[in-house]
């Protein structure tokens, strides 16, 4: 069974330019939800999708980051302008049951 | 104070030992405990549920005492493979994630 795909691995980008980042989920997992990670940090919750619909995104900075489930399978993250602190790992995950998640193996973004 | 609070470490321990790692919690509600797993630049993956009860697979005992919000993770006779950086993980309305334990198992 494939895990959950992100794309792309890798970004490195000038501040104030636009960024996104795609994540395809496990087959079947109605849950996705997008994390934060910093150096040194456990992952943080961006925002929590049940299928289509947004239902956690308390902790998304709406002033410039901004995201989307169109269909409730595909999620696009999207941030613009980027800032330097922004700079961090962006972690997908999706969860058949809403506990057990399984994370794909992220976007590491530096904002120079 | 942070909701999901570990020792960040790190711990050095020789092959063989037992190490344990406690994770402390602050909503008194909360409702699911994990901890999970993330070796260096990869991904964290679920290493065992928590349940009120405790429980055990293999050389790794979850505990969980809620009177005293914390949880806690032993593992018997450390492998070089188990190190890795253990991650808290606390429940309520969403997940809750510490910062981290690393562990660095040496020969």
């Known amino acids: 069974e494939a895990g959950v795909v992100q794309s792309p691995r890798y970004k490195i980008i000038e501040k104030k330019q636009p960024v996104a980042f795609w994540c395809n989920p496990i087959?079947?997992?109605?849950?996705l939800y997008w994390y934060l990670q910093n150096l040194g940090q456990g992952p943080e919750l961006l925002i929590r999708y049940e299928n289509e619909e947004a239902v956690d995104d308390s902790q998304l900075p709406k002033d410039r980051f901004s995201a989307e489930r169109l269909k409730g399978v595909d999620s696009t993250l999207k941030i613009q302008p980027a800032e330097l602190g922004d700079s961090a790992v962006y972690l997908c995950?999706?969860?058949?049951?809403?506990?057990?998640?399984?994370f794909g193996p992220g976007t590491r973004l530096t904002v120079t | 104070r942070k909701e999901v609070e570990q020792d960040p470490g790190p711990f050095n321990v020789p092959e063989g030992a037992t190490v344990a790692f406690n994770c402390t919690y602050s909503?008194?509600?909360?409702?699911?405990f994990f901890w999970y797993r993330q070796d260096c630049r990869k991904e964290p993956k679920l290493l065992m549920s928590v349940y009120s009860s405790g429980n055990e697979d293999g050389r790794f005992t979850a505990q969980l005492n809620r009177a005293s919000q914390y949880i806690s993770l032993l593992i018997r006779d450390s492998k070089l493979s188990d190190s890795a950086t253990y991650l808290c993980v606390v429940t309520h309305t969403d997940m809750r994630f510490g910062a981290g334990t690393r562990l660095t198992v040496k020969p």
């Open positions: 995950a999706s969860s058949l049951d809403g506990y057990e998640q399984y």
């Open positions: 909503n008194s509600a909360s409702q699911s």
């Open positions: 087959s079947g997992h109605n849950t």
